[in-house]
């Protein structure tokens, strides 16, 4: 089972969800963005993220927009079922943007970080660094592409922080940057064939049919549904 959840910025009360409690070994919990939970390297954090690491099933997250990247970034890297993750401990990775994962035999694309001007709040790492994150690069995007393509531009599902700039649009929010996370992401959406688009960023729980989802507190299962054509 794949369960999706949304920004959870720290607070660790998500993870007492019943549906969360239910999961077991082989199953999957996913945060679109905002983590928050590796935030200041103390010991009281690292335990927390040790304990976190240690639950029967896996706890994945892509980055959002407040997260302390220098910290995020002091982890290692690891090929995971396929892509390649940060390892936070144990059980609890980051799954890095632009790779596509072997999750209960199902493709996962994620692609996170994006902007965060909605939300409020600046994230404790350089701003260079926050700048990386919502602005993707060249070599980001055409090893991204180069991915998708190799899996026959088709995946199960989609998983990310910011949605494609014209959803964000669609519910009134418009585009952030015109070199942003969102504006790329339109991109895939229109090339990509791919069952549900799970997306954390609007502090809103919110269907967007036929096949996008904004998730927020709810805790949601990844149910599959028939691939669509390129949007």
Known sequence: MILITGDIHGDISRFSDKKIRRLKKGDTLIVCGDFGLVWDGSEKEKKLLKKLGKRRYSILFTEGAHENFD????????????????????????????????????????????????NGGSAPCS?????RYERPSEAEISESDARLSAAGKTVDYIVSYEPPASIADFLGYGVSSADGVGVYLDTVRHEIRFGMWFFGKYHINKPVPPCFTAVFDSVTEAAMIKNQESQ
């Open 127 to 131: 701003e260079e660094t926050a700048l």
């Open 71 to 118: 910290e995020l970034e002091k982890y290692p890297t690891e090929m995971w079922n396929g892509g390649l993750t940060r390892v936070i401990s144990g059980n609890l990775r980051q799954l890095i943007r632009g790779h596509i994962f072997d999750i209960g035999g199902k493709k996962v694309f994620a692609f996170g970080g994006g902007s965060g001007e909605e």
